[in-house]
């Protein structure tokens, strides 16, 4: 039965639980509890009793005099069920989101074993071109002794052989270093991913891989206001632990570039959107050095709206454009050189030496000369 209003109370919605009224605590502890097996309550009469007696308690406590609570407070319930509803529905999207970069990552890993896989077959066809040119130079030594060949023909063609093998050589070695870089680099990569899982499973970036690097996607609305280039608090906390990481590789060199959407920058301190997205990258660049990333280590650039992640035609994909991605850049030593060109990083013919670690910058233009002055100006 429902409870009477008065004129003594408030307006306010009834209660009742399943079966049960929230008033008459009479009714409550005379309610039949529900037989649990062969060791519950309904099997034995005291317990039941005071299972009873503490169900009623329990709702008495619970609800006030009158039976009823007031229809703000049940509205605000209701409310907050909604909310609850919408997060799991939210949280959902995000786990699936993620999933989705996990099968990515997975899918990158594999093509890379599938490469390291290409580099051992090469490696074995050179291993068997090599055996061949012994085989032969063996052959051709024995043809010198049977049919009496000019030694200095032979030589010559000895000579020829043995240069085709010490090339064959050098190419064999440079593909045992290739695939050794790409072993420490792969080690690296899934170190590196591995610390950045907690950030990623808290939905607060996402790694991609683009053209063979490893890509940390951070969103631009969690890092700044519109058209602003002040990091907000909750950005700096996302940064501060991005710089936790990256400072644990101090030989590693990452780039931080700033994208935005195609939406034109109407008046204000910068002229386009290739000036926001830089002054962006530059003040993540600087809360990195502050979080203890070495400077000499980071870059900044800005690419503006030119190199969009998704459409600009929705506001989702206007969203996901504006972003700050962080880039671990290759380092010289990755690429293999190719035998017979010449080393990029050896000095030039007739080049001085340069002491290890200094840095090395263009030569200035040449100085233009100064107009001369206009007549009655100094």
């Given at each position: 039965?429902?409870?009477?209003?008065?004129?003594?109370?408030?307006?306010?919605?009834?209660?009742?639980?399943?079966?049960?009224?929230?008033?008459?605590?009479?009714?409550?502890?005379?309610?039949?509890?529900?037989?649990?097996g062969r060791r519950g309550p309904a099997n034995n009469p005291r317990r039941a009793?005071?299972?009873?007696?503490?169900?009623?308690?329990?709702?008495?406590?619970?609800?006030?005099?009158?039976?009823?609570?007031?229809?703000?407070?049940?509205?605000?319930?209701?409310?907050?069920?909604?909310?609850?509803?919408?997060?799991?529905?939210?949280?959902?999207?995000?786990?699936?989101?993620?999933?989705?970069?996990?099968?990515?990552?997975?899918?990158e890993a594999g093509r890379r074993e599938q490469?390291?896989?290409?580099?051992?077959?090469?490696?074995?066809?050179?291993?068997?071109?090599?055996?061949?040119?012994?085989?032969?130079?063996?052959?051709?030594?024995?043809?010198?002794?049977?049919?009496?060949?000019?030694?200095?023909?032979?030589?010559?063609?000895?000579?020829?052989?043995?240069?085709?093998?010490?090339?064959?050589?050098?190419?064999?070695?440079?593909?045992?270093?290739?695939?050794?870089?790409?072993?420490?680099?792969?080690?690296?990569?899934?170190?590196?991913?591995?610390?950045?899982?907690?950030?990623?499973?808290?939905?607060?970036?996402?790694?991609?891989?683009?053209?063979?690097?490893?890509?940390?996607?951070?969103?631009?609305?969690?890092?700044?206001?519109?058209?602003?280039?002040?990091?907000?608090?909750?950005?700096?906390?996302?940064?501060?632990?991005?710089?936790?990481?990256?400072?644990?590789?101090?030989?590693?060199?990452?780039?931080?570039?700033?994208?935005?959407?195609?939406?034109?920058?109407?008046?204000?301190?910068?002229?386009?959107?290739?000036?926001?997205?830089?002054?962006?990258?530059?003040?993540?660049?600087?809360?990195?050095?502050?979080?203890?990333?070495?400077?000499?280590?980071?870059?900044?650039?800005?690419?503006?709206?030119?190199?969009?992640?998704?459409?600009?035609?929705?506001?989702?994909?206007?969203?996901?454009?504006?972003?700050?991605?962080?880039?671990?850049?290759?380092?010289?030593?990755?690429?293999?050189?190719?035998?017979?060109?010449?080393?990029?990083?050896?000095?030039?013919?007739?080049?001085?030496?340069?002491?290890?670690?200094?840095?090395?910058?263009?030569?200035?233009?040449?100085?233009?000369?100064?107009?001369?002055?206009?007549?009655?100006?100094?």
């Open positions: 039965m429902w409870t009477k209003m008065t004129n003594d109370h408030p307006p306010c919605t009834p209660i009742r639980t399943r079966g049960v009224e929230a008033t008459p605590s009479r009714a409550l502890a005379s309610a039949p509890v529900p037989n649990r009793g005071v299972a009873r007696w503490l169900l009623a308690a329990l709702l008495a406590s619970a609800v006030p005099a009158g039976g009823c609570v007031r229809k703000s407070e049940h509205d605000k319930a209701l409310a907050a069920l909604k909310t609850a509803t919408e997060d799991r529905t939210r949280l959902a999207a995000q786990v699936k989101a993620l999933q989705a970069d996990v099968a990515r990552l997975v899918e490469e390291l896989s290409e580099v051992k077959t090469r490696e074995a066809d050179l291993s068997k071109k090599v055996d061949e040119l012994l085989l032969l130079n063996v052959e051709l030594t024995e043809r010198l002794k049977a049919a009496g060949q000019s030694v200095e023909a032979l030589n010559t063609e000895r000579g020829s052989l043995s240069q085709a093998l010490a090339e064959t050589r050098a190419q064999l070695l440079e593909l045992r270093k290739q695939q050794d870089a790409a072993n420490a680099r792969g080690a690296q990569l899934r170190e590196l991913q591995a610390k950045f899982q907690k950030l990623v499973d808290a939905g607060q970036l996402k790694i991609v891989f683009r053209q063979g690097r490893m890509v940390v996607e951070l969103a631009n609305d969690v890092l700044f206001e519109s058209g602003k280039t002040d990091i907000k608090p909750a950005g700096k906390a996302m940064i501060g632990d991005v710089a936790k990481v990256l400072r644990t590789m101090p030989d590693r060199r990452f780039q931080v570039a700033g994208h935005t959407d195609n939406v034109k920058i109407q008046g204000g301190r910068f002229a386009s959107n290739w000036e926001l997205s830089t002054a962006r990258a530059v003040s993540v660049v600087k809360l990195l050095v502050d979080g203890g990333v070495r400077a000499t280590n980071l870059s900044a650039a800005g690419f503006g709206e030119f190199q969009p992640a998704e459409t600009n035609d929705t506001p989702d994909g206007r969203a996901k454009n504006r972003r700050i991605e962080i880039t671990l850049q290759p380092n010289l030593d990755e690429f293999v050189k190719v035998p017979g060109m010449p080393d990029p990083a050896a000095p030039k013919p007739g080049a001085a030496p340069t002491k290890p670690g200094a840095a090395t910058a263009p030569a200035p233009p040449p100085a233009k000369p100064a107009p001369a002055p206009a007549p009655g100006k100094p």
